[in-house]
């Protein structure tokens, strides 16, 4: 029997397990929506269109509490609005990440013995395509583990033909058009990758260093110019000397020649505003080819470029004896070489900004080199300005700063890498060094005015991943695709796409390049919202990463606590625009943080499994069709409030999805199913049924609960897709064939919000919560049913408590209730007032008074001795200085609570002393 039947068959039973286990529905369900293609999606559709781009994961990449964040929030908003009766679309793909697959198949090689040149370009990306065959899709199979609702069968990677040739066409226009040019200049140079990397793929970072002051003797002077410089190794590509033409103490030097020290050459002292006179000596040594200011100087002097270090970060052969050292090697030989020819004026520790790969680690290169870039300027201005106007917005809006900032600053782009793996870039060389960008070698002849059989050579680099992502809305959707179609059935449909869910660091690589690219080929928006993500950190702030043994594998969680809980744990922790921490076990890495998702999922699981066990009670048949009203029940107070209730939760968590709210969204369901629905609903059904007059009424009862919970199950299934469509099965009547996922969303109906009768609900709630706390105070065990006096100040409240008397006597735990007007004070009772009306528990005759008073007294004097260490705590005004905010906060509130409790218990104590 397939699980599918198996399924049909409990459900027909309506009949669930005692307790929930996530293991037996989740992966079955997900293979059932599978079959069932409940997340396709048709460009055909008359429906309202609504469409999220799944930002492609690396294939390279592994599941981890990042993406868990992105793609549930994802999720979330494609089942609603898919519930919500959308044609919605969710775009799936995989990115070939240039850099990191080819390093992972070149350290394969490497305990082969082989690099990629032994094998050779062609055989090279064969084996890189049979590892992504191989490996490839582990990251997209651990996403449908978490439960992503994308139409599947719109899969797309960027290295597919129809992406590629997008891509090769949009630098072919680019670079017809001027914006793409071959230039030299200063790049960002991966050591390690052996590759150019964008700004964007750096992270600065503050490191200690030495600043040496180095000996320039001048052609025919004794004493030196002092050159400050960090980088001694680099001397050897040294072409001038450059101080201030407004510094007095160079001025007679300028247009004269120095020495560079070990070099043995001699390079002119020019005047230039880049010197600093308040750095250093004021004199800098210029070496164009390995630093980009000193680049921009040597452009403005017309100074020759040495490049003196290799692409392994070795120097070469202009440093002499040191050719073959890597670069930090040579450093410490130069600088004692430099020390025993006293060279050395003198050396400082200095602390100044390092940039690094984030890919690699290691300290990037500045390096000069023959790159592509794209002129962005002209790209750039339209994609401000749809920003700045507000037809895409970001949430949290505070980044729309920081994108402004970026964009009227920006620098063109390199977008060429020495890689094999990519999307090579697609211009022809000529034997007379002439080139132009092409389909094919061909069309390259043509452009040149070649002969057609001229033997062409193609440019071996390829292009930056993010340049094949800057398409992502357009290739998604097929653009140019089949026979060079500008416009499909899916762009008409789906583009612009409503929402993007992304992480702030990559506004720049991706969110503006979208953005850029999008308007420039398109003319249209790439998407509407763009949501960005919070950063997850462990509970003491740290960012997760698996060096610090505090990033655990989500594939581990869900197998100890369920996706369910999971995806639920991580919306309700995550309020936008703040870091997100979570308990972190560093020894099982566990999260102990996800308990809140599995006692939620438990409990509803309950409350559905004791709304089955009531129908088969009560009901004796089944239940009614899902989305049903009771046009004839006549609702009581219970009723009328748990209804009202529901639609208050309805408006409230549409509007925080609305909003991107989703913690707020998180938060008023879990607030609503479990105090409001579980924890007092379910419990006085119990009661009603129990006292209930009829059995028509009885049956009337349960059913409204039964459409109470269908609707909940609805609100929840975003967020908790698994259990409610478990559930959803279970509790209605609906074919096996049906599925929650395509369930309408409940519907708002203002009319059902009734202020009167929640307010009257809650004096209710609050005299019996009154009642337990008082209880609890003085100690009464559960089983001890005490007498109730509850002395009202006018007849409708008396009235509505005698209502609601069995409600009140069974969840207080009463013995005897009496309600009225002008009821006195029995004697041995204590007291307390709960909107105007008096609430006496009786005690007298029950317990031993005198041991009360003696615990009582023994209990405030303990909190008295706490109450005062704590307000010490918050006198001591180093505490307030160097505790994290959250803390202070902490125990402001505990002092808070413990002087509440101790003026209740006071009274009691006086009440009882009477």
């Given amino acids: 029997m397939s699980s599918e039947e198996e399924r ?26 599978l079959t069932k293609g409940v997340f396709a999606a048709s460009s055909d559709s008359a429906k309202p269109a609504y469409s999220v781009l799944m930002p492609p994961p690396n294939v390279t990449g592994m599941l981890h509490m990042g993406h ?56 090279f990306l064969e084996r890189v395509w049979q590892w992504r065959e191989q490996y490839g899709d582990i990251i997209l199979d651990q996403l449908r583990k978490i439960g992503v609702s994308c139409d599947w069968e719109r899969m797309l990677f960027t290295l597919d033909e129809s992406a590629s040739k997008a891509v090769s066409e949009v630098f072919i226009r680019l670079f017809d058009e001027g914006l793409i040019y071959r230039g030299k200049r200063i790049i960002n140079w991966s050591p390690l990758a052996q590759t150019a990397l964008s700004d964007e793929e750096v992270e600065s970072r503050e490191t200690q260093d030495v600043l040496y002051t180095l000996r320039y003797y ?26 201030n033409p407004d510094d007095e103490r160079y001025r007679d030097l300028i247009g004269t020649k120095v020495r560079v020290p070990l070099a043995d050459k001699l390079v002119p002292v020019i005047a230039d505003e880049y010197a600093d006179p308040t750095f250093g000596t004021g004199a800098v040594k210029i070496t164009p080819a390995h630093d980009p200011n000193d680049f921009e100087v040597g452009q403005r002097h017309d100074l020759p470029m040495p490049n003196s270090i290799n692409p392994d970060a070795t120097l070469n052969e202009l440093a002499g004896e040191f050719q073959g050292l890597d670069r930090f090697d040579a450093r410490k030989r130069i600088v004692e070489r430099l020390r025993e020819r006293d060279l050395i004026e ?42 700045q106007s507000g037809e895409v917005r970001f949430f949290p809006q505070h980044w729309t700063k920081t994108y402004e900032h970026w964009m009227s600053n920006i620098r063109d782009w390199c977008i060429s890498r020495q890689l094999w793996w990519g999307h090579r870039i697609p211009v022809y060389y000529a034997p007379d060094g002439s080139f132009t960008a092409a389909r094919s070698a061909e069309e390259a002849c043509a452009k040149l005015g070649l002969p057609e059989d001229t033997p062409l050579r193609q440019d071996p680099d390829v292009l930056d991943t993010w340049f094949s992502s800057a398409l992502w809305p357009l290739t998604t959707m097929r653009w140019l695709a089949d026979g060079q179609k500008e416009q499909t059935a899916d762009l008409a449909k789906f583009l612009p796409t409503n929402l993007l869910v992304t992480g702030p660091d990559i506004i720049f690589f991706w969110v503006a390049r979208m953005i850029m690219m999008t308007k420039k080929f398109k003319g249209v928006i790439p998407f509407r919202d763009v949501y960005f993500t919070s950063m997850i950190r462990d509970a003491r702030g740290r960012k997760m990463s698996k060096s610090l043994g505090n990033s655990p594998d989500p594939l581990d969680i869900i197998a100890k606590y369920g996706a369910d809980a999971m995806r639920f744990t991580i919306i309700y922790v995550a309020p936008i625009g703040q870091d997100i921490r979570l308990k972190v076990d560093e020894k099982t890495q566990d999260i102990a943080t996800m308990e809140i998702g599995r006692n939620f999922a438990n409990k509803i699981w309950n409350a559905a499994r004791f709304l089955l066990m009531k129908h088969k009670e009560v009901i004796k048949g089944v239940a009614r069709e899902a989305h049903e009203d009771l046009p004839t029940y006549r609702y009581d107070l219970t009723d009328s409030w748990i209804t009202s209730r529901f639609h208050e939760t309805i408006r409230d ?92 969303v409940p519907t708002l109906d203002e009319a059902r919000i009734l202020p009167q009768e929640t307010a009257q609900f809650r004096t209710v709630q ?106 010490a705590k918050l006198q001591n005004e180093k505490f307030l200085a160097n505790a994290p905010a959250s803390v202070v906060e902490h125990e402001r509130g505990k002092l808070a609570n413990l002087e509440n409790t101790l003026a209740k218990l006071s009274t009691n104590l006086e009440q009882l002393a009477e």
């Fill in 68 to 123: 868990v964040l992105n793609h549930t929030i994802q999720d979330v908003y494609i089942r609603w609005r898919r519930m919500a009766g959308d044609e919605s679309c969710w775009f799936p793909g995989a990115d070939h990440a240039g850099i990191a697959t080819q390093a992972r198949v070149e350290k394969l090689l490497a305990q082969e013995n082989l690099t990629r040149y032994d094998l050779g370009r062609e055989k």
């Fill in 218 to 243: 001048p052609e025919d002077a004794a004493e030196p110019l002092l050159v400050a410089t960090v980088r001694p190794e680099t001397i050897f590509g040294d072409v001038a000397v450059a101080v």
């Fill in 766 to 871: 609050s005299i019996v919560e009154e009642l337990r706390a008082m209880r609890g105070q003085m100690n009464i065990p559960p089983h001890e049913r005490l007498p109730i006096t509850l002395a009202c100040p006018d007849d409708p409240t008396s009235e509505l408590l005698k209502s609601e008397r069995h409600i009140i006597t069974e969840l207080a735990r009463g013995s005897n209730l009496h309600i009225g007007r002008g009821l006195a004070k029995p004697a041995g009772a204590i007291a307390t007032v709960v909107n105007g009306v008096d609430v006496f528990l009786t005690l007298k005759g029950f317990i031993d008074l005198d041991k009360e008073k003696q615990r009582l007294a023994k209990e405030i004097g303990r909190l008295k001795g706490m109450i005062k260490g704590t307000a």
């Fill in 8 to 33: 049909s068959e409990d459900s027909q039973a309506r009949e669930l397990a005692k307790t929930y286990d996530p293991a037996l529905t989740e992966n079955a369900w997900y293979s059932t929506w």
């Fill in 653 to 744: 968590t549409q509007r925080a999805l609305q909003e991107y709210r989703l913690h707020e969204y998180a938060g008023k369901l879990y607030e609503f199913i479990w105090n409001d629905f579980c924890d007092w609903y379910v419990e006085m059904l119990k009661i009603r049924v129990a006292h209930s007059p009829t059995e028509t009424y009885r049956q009337e009862m349960v059913n409204h609960a039964f459409l109470i919970f269908e609707g909940i199950l609805r609100l929840l299934h975003p967020v908790m897709p698994f259990i409610t469509e478990e559930l959803w099965h279970a509790i209605t009547d609906v074919d096996s064939s049906d599925s929650i996922v395509r369930a309408p």
């Fill in 346 to 387: 003198k050396e400082e520790e200095y602390m100044h900004s390092v940039g690094y790969s984030q890919r690699g680690g290691e300290a990037v290169e500045p390096f000069l080199s023959d790159q592509w870039f794209v002129n962005m300027k002209a790209l750039a201005a339209p994609a401000l300005e749809v920003v």
